[in-house]
């Protein structure tokens, strides 16, 4: 079942910003972490950042480090990606997810929404 609803996504030129929502559809638990991965066609999956919710602490991907951050309002149960300074690389489906045990955890199957295209292109 998802769990998840991903939106904020487009088109964008290299150097823009986006902002990505994911709305969850209910609390997740104290030991769990919610996080972003993406897939660009023909490639794997690839996580891009995480934020645990027992204590706020987060992760990124190298690659996205200093350029993305990821925070949480717990009031409206959301999670948000802000992407600064996008580059051709970063296109991709983004799709929300529960990772179960903390960000060092594996992602819950099916727990992720319809995602959201980030597409960065010229």
């Known amino acids: 079942q998802s769990e998840f609803v991903e939106s904020g996504g487009g088109l964008v030129q290299p150097g823009g910003s986006l902002r990505l929502s994911c709305a969850a559809s209910?609390?997740?638990?104290?030991?769990?972490?919610i996080g972003w991965f993406r897939r660009a066609p023909g490639k794997d999956h690839e996580g891009v950042s995480c934020?645990?919710?027992?204590?706020?602490?987060?992760f990124y991907l190298d690659s996205v480090k200093g350029r993305f951050t990821i925070s949480r309002d717990n009031a409206t149960n959301t999670v948000y990606l802000q992407m600064n300074g996008l580059k051709v690389e970063d296109t991709g489906t983004y799709y929300c997810a529960k990772y179960l045990s903390g960000c060092y955890g594996y992602v819950a199957p099916n727990s992720w929404g319809q995602g959201t295209q980030v597409t960065v292109s010229s």
């Open positions: 209910k609390l997740p638990l104290g030991y769990d972490g």
């Open positions: 934020i645990n919710t027992s204590d706020g602490s987060t």
